[in-house]
């Protein structure tokens, strides 16, 4: 099945400060997912961005599927960005029936005042 | 986005018991979910893929006699974690993806809240 890796696994920032995230996967997908698990644990849907880029507020990702990568960059960061984010792709690739995703280890982010 | 919805969001129960923890798609029919497991401090793991009107699917190493699944309608999943141990103590989430969004796997999946077990 597909591997994917996130970096870096833990990051600090300050208020205000930009960070960017990094998914690399191993095989061509057709499917990518990115999520923000808060302290709760509850699993919040970012992005869905097998390709291209799309942006949401302070928060934008691109997908390079041609070099299996995906970036989330977020901007002007605030306390409330703190927690895990994940990054998930087809078990299968982008192969028939991959209906199962496959998680990256995450990065922990902590945003301090 | 569609709404999954999972409950309870905790539970504590005594060694030896069951529990069970419902799934729900609040707004759309999910022919299929799954189940993952997330240890503290770790990624999600899938257990199971549940089948609505047919048996699940489980990962190697799951046990299905511990971790029974029910898919009885196109709303709700259930898990029930039978006679259970402090090591099955975990988050447990559940997952569909929205049919609305078009056939197949490459649509976007939704999570429900978790559930946290601990087993005393």
């Known amino acids: 099945g597909i591997q994917v890796e996130q970096s870096p696994p833990d990051l600090i920032l300050q208020e205000g400060a930009n960070s960017t995230l990094r998914c690399n996967f191993s095989?061509?997908?057709?499917?990518l997912q990115w999520f923000h698990q808060n302290p709760w644990g509850q699993l919040i849907n970012l992005f869905y961005?097998?390709?291209g880029t799309k942006q949401n507020g302070r928060l934008s990702a691109t997908t390079v599927a041609t070099e299996r990568y995906s970036l989330l960059y977020i901007s002007s960061s605030q306390t409330t960005d703190s927690g895990v984010y994940f990054c998930a792709a087809p078990r299968g690739g982008s192969g028939a029936g991959s209906y199962q995703l496959t998680f990256g280890k995450g990065t922990k982010l902590s945003v301090i005042p | 986005g569609a709404v999954v919805s999972q409950h309870p969001s905790r539970v504590i129960c005594k060694s030896g018991t069951s529990v069970k923890i419902e799934c729900r798609s609040l707004?759309?029919?999910?022919?299929?979910m799954f189940w993952y497991r997330q240890f503290p401090k770790k990624s999600l793991m899938l257990m199971a893929t549940?089948?609505?009107?047919?048996?699940?699917?489980?990962e190697q190493g799951v046990e299905k006699d511990k971790f029974l699944i029910n898919h009885a309608s196109l709303t709700l999943s259930t898990l029930t974690v039978t006679s259970a141990h402090p090591e099955d103590s975990s988050f447990y989430i559940c997952?569909?993806?929205?049919?609305?969004?078009?056939?197949?796997?490459?649509?976007?999946?939704?999570f429900g809240q978790g559930t946290r077990l601990t087993v005393v």
């Open positions: 095989d061509s997908v057709n499917n």
């Open positions: 961005i097998p390709s």
């Open positions: 549940s089948n609505e009107g047919s048996k699940a699917t489980y």
């Open positions: 707004d759309f029919q999910a022919t299929t």
């Open positions: 997952s569909a993806r929205d049919p609305r969004q078009g056939a197949g796997w490459n649509t976007e999946a939704f």
